[in-house]
């Protein structure tokens, strides 16, 4: 089991740190491991074994290792470490104390209308996500050349180029979290069980509009079958679950949307980044597949 947490530990302190832009190098890397590897060192974590993800509070900001025996830990910082300034940035913010893990409602405000609906356009039926992002617009065209530009506001109407359902035969899901400020899921695909072979691509399971929506229903039973099937516990945690050494193999479907927000590069945890704003927002059909 040691070393099974060792391994794991070495994954996360040499690939990830909360959203930061990619400044990491060989000696942060050689760094880690030796922090990771020195039993002394060791003392400064502590490990728990969790039987579910919904055993992680929301003011929680430890980060969770689905390890190869598909065990979570949960690899907690001590408040007295003063040696290991790179691993604490890899935890999540501290959660909002308003933050309430049973409410599922959308709190967003850019592009809401679009990320709080559906569009039952065509289906575009590919095998996995790299082979989806061959067929959709270039990076430069929707984020500089789109006529009309791409609005943030609230009420932003659906692109023309958005108005499809992607259909993933299989995905492997690499890491997850919850985001607080708006509810949603932000969950990494890959398009090989291997990330570092695959092509990566943020898909996301919606917060919720109000009851009164015709989406609520969909978009409720998607967040359920996510919750309930997939990861199998109500996340709280903004940090991110790690699942990169043992990914979840899915397939899953949704509506094609580009995050006008976000340059490709910048979601996900360093080393875990897709390269495109493409996403898949909302889902609408995810499961398990074996």
Not at 60 to 66: E, K
């Amino acid at each position: 089991m040691k070393k099974i947490l060792a391994a794991a530990l070495f994954i996360l302190l040499a690939s990830c740190s909360q959203d930061e832009g990619k400044n990491s190098s060989s000696t942060d890397a050689n760094s880690a491991a030796a922090h990771a590897t020195d039993p002394e060192k060791q003392k400064q974590f502590t490990y728990d074994t969790i039987a579910s993800l919904s055993d992680i509070q929301s003011t929680d900001t430890a980060v969770v290792v689905h390890d190869s025996a598909g065990t979570h830990h949960i690899v907690k910082i001590l408040p007295e470490d003063k040696a290991a300034p790179r691993t604490r940035r890899m935890k999540a913010s501290a959660a909002k104390s308003s933050f309430d893990c049973d409410d599922g409602s959308f709190g967003g405000n850019d592009r809401r209308e679009v990320k709080t609906s559906y569009f039952s356009g065509k289906k575009i039926t590919k095998d996995n996500v790299a082979e989806l992002l061959k067929v959709l617009p270039t990076e430069d065209f929707m984020r500089n050349n789109h006529q009309p530009p791409i609005s943030r506001d609230g009420d932003s109407p659906r692109a023309a180029e958005e108005k499809s359902v992607a259909v993933i035969k299989e995905a492997w899901i690499i890491v997850f979290k919850r985001v607080h400020d708006d509810n949603d899921y932000h969950v990494i695909v890959s398009s090989d069980p291997d990330y570092k072979k695959g092509t990566l691509m943020n898909i996301e399971i919606a917060g919720l509009p109000d009851a009164s929506s015709p989406a609520y229903d969909k978009l409720k039973k998607v967040r359920d079958d996510f919750e309930n099937k997939v990861i199998k516990g109500r996340y709280c945690s903004e940090s991110w679950a790690m699942y990169a050494s043992n990914p979840i193999k899915v397939s899953f479907s949704g509506n094609i949307f580009y995050d006008i927000d976000h340059a490709p590069g910048v979601v996900g945890p360093e080393g875990y980044r897709p390269q495109v704003s493409w996403e898949v927002h909302p889902v609408l059909s995810i499961k398990r597949v074996k």
